[in-house]
């Protein structure tokens, strides 16, 4: 049986845990033999067994998305274990949550560091990496729709996911004529372990009713996108930016 990414290779950063790791299942269930990159070692060899017992092919790759040097073994080592790399989902990201008159400048620059010059720093070793084989590829960023409306005691990662918008849009326009496509993905509110408990609460169920479809979204809702733009289905689109959001983006202000 042929699925929409045989005989693909991906690479897929902060997949230890949360999104990445589910991330890198949808896509080695969709054929690709997929690279997970993290810097626990033992929680991604836990991802890969994981892939592996459903039947996929995955590998792990220690790398820190900060660091400009571990960035580019990381990437080439994947690329020569799995014979190339056709995908990049730039998944990595952290967040500090306080008013912003408290944040200490090391809280900035280690959002700012992660979610913005980290998801630079790989897509631009994986672009190098894409232009060499000559087969193009495509890169996929994990922004949030805190890129495109902002909310309350999250301004480091607001400002770098609309950093992340921006930079997607910029390379996509300077690498398109190597055949990479960059899009980025901005997910809405999903309800995770995480948040579970909050979105019991009377403030968590605010939130809920804001979202036109009146419920938060699932992890499974970002299957269909992801794939959408990693496959061959988005051959012709690049610098896009695609919401998946149950309409919280197009809600009444």
Not at 20 to 42: D, I, K, N, S, T
Not at 125 to 142: F, K, P, Y
Not at 160 to 174: F, I, R
Not at 231 to 251: E, I, K, N, Q, R
Request: charged share 20%; proline share 3%; glycine share 10%.
């Amino acid at each position: 049986m042929t699925f929409p990414l045989t005989n693909r290779t991906a690479l897929v950063t902060g997949a230890s845990a949360g999104l990445g790791r589910h991330f890198a299942g949808v896509l080695a269930a969709a054929g690709a033999r997929v690279a997970l990159a993290a810097r626990r070692r033992e929680s991604l060899d836990a991802a890969v067994a994981e892939i592996e017992a459903a039947g996929g092919q995955a590998i792990a790759v220690p790398l820190d998305v900060t660091d400009a040097a571990s960035v580019r073994n990381g990437v080439r080592e994947a690329a020569g274990a799995l014979g190339g790399l056709d995908i990049l989902v730039n998944n990595a990201g952290a967040t500090v949550a306080k008013p912003a008159l408290d944040y200490a400048e090391e809280e900035w620059d280690r959002v700012i560091d992660t979610n913005l010059k980290g998801a630079f720093l790989t897509a631009q070793e994986t672009a190098r990496v894409m232009r060499e084989q000559g087969r193009g590829g495509s890169i996929v960023n994990i922004a949030s729709i805190l890129g495109l409306r902002v909310a309350g005691h999250v301004v480091a990662y607001t400002a770098s996911k609309a950093g992340l918008v921006q930079m997607t849009q910029a390379v996509a326009l300077e690498w398109a004529r190597y055949g990479i496509r960059v899009n980025a993905l901005a997910p809405g509110y999903m309800e995770t372990d995480l948040n579970r408990d909050f979105l019991a609460t009377d403030a968590g169920q605010a939130l809920i009713r804001r979202v036109p479809q009146r419920r938060l979204g699932r992890l499974a809702d970002l299957d269909g996108p992801l794939l959408l733009l990693c496959s061959d289905a988005s051959a012709y689109m690049t610098g896009a930016v695609v919401p998946v959001d149950g309409g919280h983006l197009v809600s009444t202000l």
